[in-house]
């Protein structure tokens, strides 16, 4: 047909880039985008663009969140550093960082149409899988209402690293494929952890999948490739595991891992099905699991008991959960495990090949995962068996069920494409009855409307709806620019201190770097380190998304109360509502300063009558600090009259890197029971400055070199031998 001519492919490829960049087209508007997780991921780009012009590096110490933060001791900085490498070029930071993330949303239905046709379908299917893919709601809702940056330029990665694989598949000839495969996951590693964790499992879904048809031959390339990618990648992943203590005290976890709603029916077929897989497309995906052609009766009825056990089961555990029958919603998550390992058994018996059990394998189980803990065995003492297993338990709790629903959207999108690739045909193709013909058409074209629709309702939804019902409702994820009013007021402000946001958008991640104001909140939980701070478990203090509702002024007031403790000099609120003002600030030693309207309502800020100092000495005696870097404090004492040592303490998170120097004479630097860094002093100091030790390159850095260039140079030596560079 047509569309499989390679000229009439490359007009379509070229057509679902522009739909991908016409879908990206908001966030490239002037303004800060203002998706949920847009400032989060901004203000590390910003951070490193402003230190590398300003102090000719880039730190890994923020001082600017919760009280003092490591930034890519936590987080991997290769994402960031594209964008850096792109607003080096005059763009900016703010204006890099919207062209790549556009730049790699519109290749990546390249990727799926690559790996699609690598586990053999026709350039029609692969298009159809493209489509599906860039239309499918979860697809569409990260970008534009979670703005999940890495997670954009992670996926196609994946997809390239699939296609990779599959090739090697089918050629006896498999040269490159370890070395690129090395690559694209160092890659993965480096730009998100987390995606390179489902990168991983989705690897292992691959071998499994082929196992007794060159799966061993395979599982060999993915261990080998995982070896020297984590090798490569070894001078971050280093650094990371031994901050892992600092991550596991720290009780924050993703909420929706533990959350009940994903085993109950009704939001399950709303929320999940619907609202994020596409319904059309889980439709196709869920029907093509039905074994109509080949299959023994015993699959098929293995099948209907699988989606009838899914159906009954989400619907009893809902039952069970209103009703509060713990023996009822047993037999609910006994009823879903059972349907998935039939269904998985009649996918290990039927299985075809790999361009038919791979996708079908992968969408099962990312589709159990995506149940959350109440329908994931072993992943919590609240599924089945209900038993301890803490390295998988800790696992889980890392993890984030929602994104187990985006990477489902590429086996989605694969198994999708092959029944309505078949609908398609049957517009062109005669049929002896016209009914028959006409039937078959509608149902073509109604699914295709309900795949655009779906995209469509999405998008604007994404656009339109607020972030969350705890924000002001005028706050939605479209681009804002940060009102001038404020930025000129906190620059006027004399002193130093910080500032505790309540309903605010959320450019305030961003304010610091604009008015050098620090922050009581930060947008990255995960990284907290002063006790005080810990004790708010939530995703941010602005608007304390996870708390319950009777809890919020209470826990916000308990702050302003501790603001001499934290340094709390300004309280920023959002909520225009007078009496919400007054519950929070009356009494509070906190004075309405200024009110500023904006674009999307106004702000209130609160100041300190007293001004509550980052520095205190005991005995007291005058003192201020500044920062010359982000990890480097100028402490200024005036000890008039103290003849004895005296203690200094700074208010910001204790690490073990801090060091302290008087005129090239290191200091006592220790940790108070508030987590702040205490120095002890002599009489004759009259200033110090706290640095933290910038270790360079360390041996991790040169293994990390050396194994790239030792793999290079492999790869190189073979590649001459057999006469040929590509994979």
């Keep these: 047909m047509a569309v499989e001519r390679p000229s009439r492919v490359w007009l379509a490829l070229a057509a679902l880039a522009g739909l991908n960049l016409s879908a990206a087209a908001p966030r490239l508007l002037p303004g800060i985008p203002m998706a949920v997780d847009s400032t989060s991921h901004l203000y590390k780009l910003l951070f490193m663009y402003d230190n590398l012009l300003t102090h000719g590096y880039i730190p890994s110490w923020s001082p600017e969140w919760y009280g003092g933060i490591y930034l890519f001791k936590l987080y991997p900085p290769l994402g960031y550093q594209v964008a850096l490498a792109v607003a080096l070029t005059g763009l900016g930071p703010i204006a890099a960082y919207k062209v790549v993330e556009a730049a790699f949303y519109a290749l990546t239905p390249w990727t799926v149409y690559l790996l699609s046709r690598e586990l053999s379908s026709s350039r029609r299917e692969a298009l159809i899988a493209a489509l599906l893919f860039s239309l499918n709601p979860s697809i569409v809702e990260n970008l534009l209402f979670y703005d999940r940056y890495p997670n954009i330029l992670s996926l196609p990665i994946q997809c390239l690293l699939l296609a990779l694989l599959a090739r090697s598949l089918k050629r006896k000839s498999a040269h490159g494929v370890t070395f690129f495969s090395s690559l694209l996951l160092a890659s993965l590693t480096l730009i998100h952890h987390l995606s390179a964790v489902y990168t991983f499992l989705t690897l292992a879904v691959l071998v499994v999948s082929q196992l007794g048809r060159g799966g061993w031959k395979l599982c060999k390339t993915v261990l080998a490739a995982s070896a020297v990618s984590i090798l490569i990648s070894t001078f971050w992943v280093g650094p990371f595991i031994s901050t892992l203590s600092q991550l596991t005290a720290n009780p924050f976890y993703n909420r929706n891992v533990m959350e009940s709603s994903h085993m109950k029916l009704t939001y399950f077929a709303t929320h999940m099905a619907t609202y994020s897989f596409g319904v059309a497309s889980f439709t196709l995906a869920m029907a093509s699991l039905y074994p109509t052609a080949g299959g023994r009766r015993v699959e098929r009825r293995l099948t209907a008991f699988f989606y009838a056990s899914l159906m009954t089961g989400l619907g009893l555990f809902e039952v069970s959960w209103i009703r509060g029958i713990s023996l009822l919603r047993v037999v609910a998550q006994l009823l879903v495990a059972s349907g998935f390992l039939s269904i998985l058994y009649v996918a290990f018996r039927m299985r075809r090949g790999l361009e038919d059990f791979f996708p079908r394998l992968w969408f099962l189980l990312f589709l159990w995962f995506s149940l959350g803990g109440y329908g994931v065995p072993f992943s919590t003492v609240k599924a089945i068996p209900y038993v301890e297993v803490k390295p998988l338990q800790t696992l889980w709790m890392s993890l984030d069920v929602q994104r187990f629903w985006l990477f489902m959207a590429i086996p989605t999108s694969l198994i999708a494409s092959k029944p309505l690739d078949q609908l398609i045909q049957g517009l062109k193709v005669k049929k002896r009855g016209r009914v028959k013909f006409h039937v078959r058409k509608a149902l073509a074209m109604l699914l295709l409307a309900v795949v655009a629709v779906g995209g469509g309702l999405k998008a604007y939804y994404s656009l339109t709806q607020p972030i969350n019902?705890?924000?002001?409702?005028?706050?939605?994820?479209?681009?804002?620019?940060?009102?001038?009013?404020?930025?000129?007021?906190?620059?006027?402000?004399?002193?130093?201190?910080?500032?505790?946001?309540?309903?605010?958008?959320?450019?305030?991640?961003?304010?610091?770097?604009?008015?050098?104001?620090?922050?009581?909140?930060?947008?990255?939980?995960?990284?907290?380190?002063?006790?005080?701070?810990?004790?708010?478990?939530?995703?941010?203090?602005?608007?304390?998304?996870?708390?319950?509702?009777?809890?919020?002024?209470?826990?916000?007031?308990?702050?302003?109360?501790?603001?001499?403790?934290?340094?709390?000099?300004?309280?920023?609120?959002?909520?225009?509502?007078?009496?919400?003002?007054?519950?929070?600030?009356?009494?509070?030693?906190?004075?309405?300063?200024?009110?500023?309207?904006?674009?999307?309502?106004?702000?209130?800020?609160?100041?300190?009558?007293?001004?509550?100092?980052?520095?205190?000495?005991?005995?007291?005696?005058?003192?201020?600090?500044?920062?010359?870097?982000?990890?480097?404090?100028?402490?200024?004492?005036?000890?008039?009259?103290?003849?004895?040592?005296?203690?200094?303490?700074?208010?910001?998170?204790?690490?073990?890197?801090?060091?302290?120097?008087?005129?090239?004479?290191?200091?006592?630097?220790?940790?108070?029971?508030?987590?702040?860094?205490?120095?002890?002093?002599?009489?004759?100091?009259?200033?110090?400055?706290?640095?933290?030790?910038?270790?360079?390159?360390?041996?991790?850095?040169?293994?990390?070199?050396?194994?790239?260039?030792?793999?290079?140079?492999?790869?190189?030596?073979?590649?001459k031998r057999r006469g040929k560079w590509t994979p």
């Design 469 to 719: 019902k705890y924000l002001p409702e005028s706050y939605t994820t479209v681009n804002v620019q940060i009102p001038q009013a404020i930025v000129e007021y906190f620059k006027s402000q004399l002193g130093d201190g910080r500032i505790l946001a309540v309903k605010c958008p959320f450019w305030i991640y961003l304010l610091p770097r604009y008015v050098g104001k620090q922050l009581v909140d930060g947008w990255y939980p995960q990284g907290k380190l002063l006790p005080r701070i810990l004790e708010v478990n939530d995703y941010r203090i602005n608007d304390l998304e996870a708390s319950e509702d009777e809890d919020r002024i209470p826990i916000w007031r308990a702050l302003i109360n501790d603001s001499d403790k934290l340094a709390i000099n300004w309280v920023m609120i959002g909520d225009s509502n007078r009496s919400f003002q007054r519950m929070l600030m009356e009494g509070s030693g906190f004075t309405a300063d200024i009110v500023v309207k904006h674009s999307q309502g106004e702000i209130t800020i609160y100041r300190s009558n007293v001004p509550h100092p980052m520095v205190e000495t005991n005995p007291p005696v005058p003192a201020s600090i500044k920062h010359l870097a982000p990890d480097v404090i100028y402490v200024q004492l005036n000890h008039a009259g103290i003849g004895d040592p005296y203690i200094v303490k700074v208010k910001e998170s204790y690490i073990p890197e801090w060091e302290a120097f008087y005129q090239n004479r290191r200091l006592l630097v220790t940790g108070d029971g508030d987590g702040f860094i205490v120095v002890e002093v002599d009489p004759q100091v009259d200033f110090f400055t706290l640095k933290q030790r910038r270790e360079g390159l360390t041996p991790l850095h040169y293994l990390s070199v050396a194994v790239l260039a030792a793999a290079t140079a492999v790869y190189v030596a073979v590649s």
